[in-house]
């Protein structure tokens, strides 16, 4: 059983940047990938970023370029470096631990304004 606490969330203008942490309550060295998403109002959860157990990266359309995942292994924790962020950057953003269950944390709003 693994516990993931999000944090760094906030209201920030559009150019700006946040990053977004994602605590594991044990090793994330047993989960498969960890990975952020987002989910907007009215919309369908979506991916943001994944990160494997050997650093492979994948990154979104919409945020490539400009947004990092990246990991602490001996901090048990997972980052989001969001850089340029835009108003439709505005989301619960959850973190995500896969294999072999799928575990979730409570979200973190991030809201961007003009």
């Known amino acids: 059983q693994v516990q993931l606490v999000e944090s760094g969330g906030g209201l920030v203008q559009a150019g700006g940047s946040l990053r977004l942490s994602c605590a594991a309550s044990?090793?994330?060295?047993?989960?498969?990938?960890m990975g952020w998403y987002r989910q907007a109002p009215g919309k369908q959860r979506e991916l943001v970023a994944f990160?494997?157990?050997?650093?492979?990266?994948v990154y979104a359309a919409s945020v490539k370029g400009r947004s990092t995942i990246s990991r602490d292994n001996a901090k048990n924790t997972v980052y989001l470096q969001m850089n340029g962020l835009k108003p439709e950057d505005t989301a619960v953003y959850y973190c995500?631990?896969?294999?072999?269950?799928?575990?979730w944390g409570q979200g973190t709003q991030v809201t961007v304004s003009n």
């Open positions: 990160i494997t157990s050997s650093g492979s990266t």
């Open positions: 995500n631990g896969r294999g072999p269950n799928n575990y």
């Open positions: 044990r090793s994330i060295f047993s989960i498969n990938t």
